[in-house]
């Protein structure tokens, strides 16, 4: 009989090439393991690139915001702006019916307490660039009959020149042609046109309207200048108590 193969029992000496192997795989495994959890662990950063071109459109979206809220504000500015012009011309207007209404009331006889010759307006503005200025003066008639009545018109200014009050009768405020006064003839209302020169450093104060009727009483009507420049075309003239 054949007796059997001897076997010999080696034991595996450290750093085999399968215990290199798996120490190597173990190593790749905890490397790749760290990076992944470093990573996830690292704050996060966007590249500069990136974060310059959110910015721009950041940017431009508060320009475009911002230009918005500029354009309605002007919208709305100007709105306002037409609204109160709108009111202040249809306030004026108001008054000038109301002049009118007086007038015409007057003019046909509606109005007692005034029957006879009256200043119904004064008119006044200035020449730019000068120390002239230009008026109108309404006359009205109102006596029953519509009798003609003729007349002259003066003017005069009160105020106040170096410190002292002063007062200028129409001969030294209206030019040659016109120093012997304003004629008037008429039978129910009448406009007179006429200019003044404002002597040097005189402030005025007052107007002096006085009309003197052929064979009827003078009539004097007194009204603020600084009423007959508010920049209405006429200015209502009230009646002297």
Do not use: C
Request: aromatic letters at 6%; charged letters at 20%; glycine letters at 10%.
């Amino acid at each position: 009989m054949t007796p059997p193969p001897e076997y010999i029992v080696r034991p595996r000496l450290p750093g085999s090439r399968g215990q290199r192997v798996l120490a190597t795989l173990l190593g790749m495994a905890l490397l790749t393991a760290s990076f992944a959890l470093g990573w996830a662990l690292a704050p996060h950063t966007t590249p500069p690139a990136s974060r310059a071109a959110a910015d721009t459109r950041e940017l431009r979206a508060l320009k475009q915001q911002l230009a918005i809220l500029r354009s309605d504000r002007q919208v709305t500015r100007v709105a306002t702006d037409a609204l109160r012009r709108t009111l202040a011309d249809r306030g004026a207007e108001i008054e000038s019916l109301r002049a009118d209404l007086a007038f015409y009331t007057r003019l046909i006889g509606g109005d007692e307490r005034t029957p006879g010759l009256s200043v119904a307006a004064f008119g006044l503005r200035a020449l730019p660039g000068t120390r002239g200025y230009t008026f109108v003066v309404t006359l009205l008639q109102t006596a029953r009959g519509g009798t003609p009545v003729h007349g002259t018109l003066h003017l005069a200014l009160e105020g106040v020149q170096n410190g002292r009050a002063v007062r200028y009768g129409w001969a030294q405020l209206a030019d040659a042609q016109q120093r012997d006064g304003l004629p008037f003839a008429f039978k129910y209302f009448q406009q007179l046109h006429g200019m003044l020169v404002l002597p040097a450093g005189f402030v005025p104060a007052r107007i002096h309207l006085d009309l003197k009727p052929e064979g009827g009483a003078a009539l004097t009507r007194d009204l603020p200048w600084a009423s007959a420049l508010a920049g209405k075309d006429t200015t209502h003239v009230p009646q002297n108590p």
